[in-house]
């Protein structure tokens, strides 16, 4: 409706990739797309969901933008090097149930 290709919206939507991260989704997208993005760039932000309301921001990136990407690994680096878990084990990694050895 706003009339925004969809190669332009792609970036920031990683829900598919990973799941529902709620209130997350929008900042792991938001990274991805900036370190995507060149200096100069419009990037509209915009989450919604979960009975929660919406919020929407206009950002401009500026000329320090390309000596920030890379100081740490990439939200690709890790969409491609996830490892899926069984709901056993997710148990586990949070301390809800116990190992009987």
Request: net charge positive.
């Amino acid at each position: 409706m706003l009339g925004i290709p969809l190669e332009k919206v792609k970036l920031g939507i990683v829900v598919d990739r990973i799941g529902n991260t709620y209130n997350g989704a929008v900042l792991i997208g938001l990274a991805n797309i900036l370190e995507n993005a060149k200096p100069g760039s419009r990037i509209l932000m915009v989450s919604f969901g979960s009975g929660a309301g919406s919020n929407a921001f206009s950002l401009i990136t500026t000329d320090l933008l390309p000596e920030k990407v890379g100081r740490a690994r990439t939200v690709n680096y890790y969409l491609e090097n996830k490892a899926y878990i069984d709901y056993a084990l997710y148990l586990r990694f949070r301390n809800l149930i116990r190992v009987v050895q």
